[in-house]
């Protein structure tokens, strides 16, 4: 079983930053890919960034040049620095990971969530 438990949420106010972390742990062999989701009151969850083992990323397109995702593999833990921050968004952001555990079998692992709050 693998666990992603993340950190770093909190509130600030517009064109201020905030770092989120999420570190996985448990009985992995391989990650693939960790992201970032995030979900608004009466929204659906959505993807705001996402990197895989190579490398390569991408982002929502409202979130561009503004976030910005990193990963320390060594660590299993991926960031997501938030700069220009705007009151849209506001939301619950959700850590997700998928790889290979120990088992040989595939996972894919959600994180508890992490309030981001944005507002003057």
């Known amino acids: 079983q693998v666990q992603l438990v993340e950190s770093g949420g909190g509130l600030v106010q517009p064109g201020e930053s905030l770092r989120l972390s999420c570190t996985a742990s448990g009985s992995i062999s391989r990650i693939y890919y960790m992201g970032w989701y995030r979900q608004a009151p009466g929204k659906e969850r959505e993807l705001v960034a996402r990197i895989i083992s190579g490398g390569s990323t991408n982002y929502a397109d409202s979130v561009k040049g503004r976030f910005t995702i990193s990963r320390d593999n060594a660590k299993n833990t991926v960031y997501l620095q938030m700069n220009s921050l705007k009151p849209e968004d506001t939301a619950v952001y959700y850590c997700?990971?998928?790889?290979?555990?120990?088992?040989?079998?595939?996972?894919?692992?959600w994180g508890q969530g992490t309030q981001v709050t944005v507002s003057s």
């Open positions: 997700n990971a998928g790889g290979r555990g120990s088992n040989w079998l595939d996972f894919s692992s």
